[in-house]
């Protein structure tokens, strides 16, 4: 199991519940199993369902499908991405899933911000500084074949943004994109995680 820090969501979750830590490892012991069985639906659903962060229900992925990297890599991931070509960045919310594909432009820190422009339809001002972890997931997606994605991480365990691997006309993912996904992956993974 990857060393994991209880972030926010899930200790508000626990004191909630008025849960014993007995209690709270019973329920993610079933977690693991129900993501052993099925990996490949939405993860925000599933977290929903079971009251733990996205967080934590990604650490609850089987170990092959995913690694982390602490926030401070946030910078460094972006700055490869930016360079992979056509990827999709999505936005998850309650109310809202947004896809915007493009290639990633070079970010650079200002006001407080991570910005990113220029000559792509990705666009926008990052509080990167408030990215406690980056994951790194691969798994089968709703019947369709693999994904890839990269997923910030804020101090609540929740989503920032992702961005997926590139696919290809035949709905294939680009495997020059694979590549440097795995390479980023072991480069930034948390050692021992």
Known sequence: MTAHHADASDAATATAAGADT?????????LRGRLL???GGVLEAVAAQT??????????????????APGTAAEA????????????VLVHSADLVLE?????????????FYNLAGGSPIGGHIRLDRCTAV????????????????IFFN???????????????KRQLLTDQVE???ELRARLRTPGA
């Open 100 to 112: 915007c594909k493009g290639p990633l432009p070079l970010g650079q820190f200002g006001r407080g």
């Open 180 to 182: 440097r996904f795995t």
């Open 22 to 30: 007995d209690g709270v490892d019973a329920r993610l012991d079933a």
């Open 135 to 150: 994951g790194f997931v691969r798994r089968p997606f709703m019947g369709s074949g693999d994904s890839c994605a990269v």
């Open 77 to 88: 991931a972006m700055t490869d991405i930016a360079g992979w070509g056509t990827v999709t």
């Open 37 to 39: 069985a099925d990996p």
């Open 51 to 68: 009251g733990f962060s996205l967080h934590r229900v990604v650490d609850c992925l089987p170990a092959e499908m995913r690694d982390f």
């Open 155 to 169: 101090g609540d365990g929740e989503a920032m943004f992702k961005i997926f691997v590139g696919r290809d006309e």
